[in-house]
């Protein structure tokens, strides 16, 4: 496959990449509706709260730490097929960003996990 094809499918995935983080905040909100409990100044039940983390917040995490996964082994897969080594270089540069967003997306989202669990759980007990 020519080089600029190459850099031309790198770029498309960068631009979805950049695209897909204007739906972080999206699922930030999620999860501190979650944890807040409070929607429009009314509370929410325990039940609710924890199907919003469950149903909301966790798979929108999940996906997002999958794509980034997904993408980072695209570009190294890209940047093997590349006779160019800059080209290759700039397949695996773009390859450890996706990956250290895919480490990102999953132990971030894992902590804020735990410690909604946890939340949640003094809340009942209250």
């Given amino acids: 496959m020519p080089d600029t094809s190459l850099l031309w499918i790198m770029s498309l995935f960068c631009g979805v990449g950049l695209i897909s983080t204007l ?5 930030n909100a999620r999860g501190d509706l979650a944890l807040r409990g409070v929607q429009d100044g009314l509370p929410l039940s325990m ?9 909301h917040y966790i798979p929108l995490a999940v996906f997002w730490g999958a794509f980034t996964m997904v993408a980072a082994f695209g570009f190294i897969e890209l940047a093997r097929s590349s006779d160019n080594p800059r080209v290759a270089a700039i397949g ?10 895919t480490l990102v997306w999953f132990g971030l989202a894992g902590v804020w ?3 909604t669990l946890k939340e949640l759980g003094q809340a009942e007990r209250n």
């Fill in 113 to 115: 996990v735990l410690h």
């Fill in 92 to 101: 695996y540069m773009a390859a450890v960003m996706g990956g250290s967003n």
């Fill in 23 to 27: 739906f972080v905040p999206l699922a």
């Fill in 47 to 55: 039940k609710t709260r924890r199907l919003i983390l469950f149903t």
